[in-house]
């Protein structure tokens, strides 16, 4: 079992920064991949990024390239998206998952979620 904890969600201006962080619990937090979906108001909810067991690997939607980051530090059980020069699309409810699966682009394909953490970004 793994529980996921979002944080570091708010409002923020358009060309703004924020950091989310999704703490877990349970010893096999190394052994999962990790993602952060996202879901705006009568959209699907989408994979923004996502990241290997290591970290090694990563994955970035095309919308979000060259402007979200994510990492992971396996020590503290938590995985973080550095999302800079936001944009009014990007208001959105993010969501943290976990999956045992290996390399999972699809939200069917994830075993845990966390609550969501609102991002709101004023034009």
């Known amino acids: 079992q793994v529980q996921l904890v979002e944080s570091g969600g708010g409002l923020v201006q358009a060309g703004g920064s924020l950091r989310l962080s999704c703490a877990a619990s349970g010893r096999t937090f190394s052994s999962y991949s990790m993602a952060w979906f996202r879901q705006a108001p009568g959209k699907e909810r989408d994979i923004v990024a996502l990241i290997s067991w290591s970290g090694s690997s990563v994955y970035y939607a095309n919308s979000v390239s060259g402007r979200f980051t994510i990492s992971r530090d396996n020590t503290k059980n938590t995985v973080y998206l550095q999302m800079n020069s936001l944009k009014s699309e990007d208001t959105a409810v993010y969501y943290c998952?976990?999956?045992?699966?290996?390399?999972?682009?699809?939200?069917?394909?994830?075993?845990?979620w966390g609550q969501g953490t609102q991002v709101t970004v004023s034009s």
């Open positions: 998952a976990a999956t045992g699966g290996g390399w999972k682009m699809s939200r069917y394909e994830y075993d845990y």
